[in-house]
């Protein structure tokens, strides 16, 4: 039996608002939304 579709799991990490504004802002949108994808 093939498992490997069967069980998924993907986790988001969620930013204190504030924080995610400053790290938005200081390294631009698109690479913060890199970083917060690398990380989980």
Do not use: C, Q
Not at 4 to 9: K, V
């Amino acid at each position: 039996m093939d498992s490997r579709g069967r069980y998924t799991f993907k986790p988001a990490l969620r930013w204190n608002p504030r924080v995610e504004e400053y790290l938005a802002g200081a390294y631009g949108s698109d690479h913060f939304a890199r970083i917060s994808d690398a990380l989980t």
